[in-house]
Nanobody
């Protein structure tokens, strides 16, 4: 079974930084695309950053220039470096991995995802 476990969420101040991590088991990052999704209270989950298996990276306009997605394939870990935090960044952050079947649960940056982590809360004040 594929398991994605996020960590690193918490409280941050406007203008501050946080780093999220996502460790995978049962899944090889180097073979698939990965993404981060953000869900603000009362809103739909939306993609904000994705990295393809070829290393091509996409960002939503809302985070471009502030957030950086990266991965350590040797450690099967995905990261999201969040700088210059804004109150609108508050919400749940979900790690997502490319679907290995015909169904997608979400899509962003040429990455159709089929697996979610449990999410980690980020609160910016």
């Amino acid at each position: 079974d594929v398991q994605l476990v996020e960590s690193g969420g918490g409280s941050g101040q406007t203008g501050g930084s946080l780093t999220l991590s996502c460790a995978a088991s049962g899944y090889t990052y180097s073979s698939y695309c990965m993404a981060w999704f953000h869900q603000s209270p009362g809103k739909e989950r939306e993609g904000i950053a994705a990295i393809g298996k070829d290393g091509v990276i996409s960002y939503a306009d809302s985070v471009k220039g502030r957030f950086t997605i990266s991965k350590d394939s040797a450690k099967n870990t995905l990261f999201l470096q969040m700088n210059n935090l804004k109150p609108d960044d508050t919400g749940m952050y979900y790690c997502a991995a490319e679907s290995t079947g015909p169904l997608w649960l979400g899509y962003f940056g040429n990455c159709g995802v089929g697996y979610w982590g449990q999410g980690t809360q980020v609160t910016v004040s």
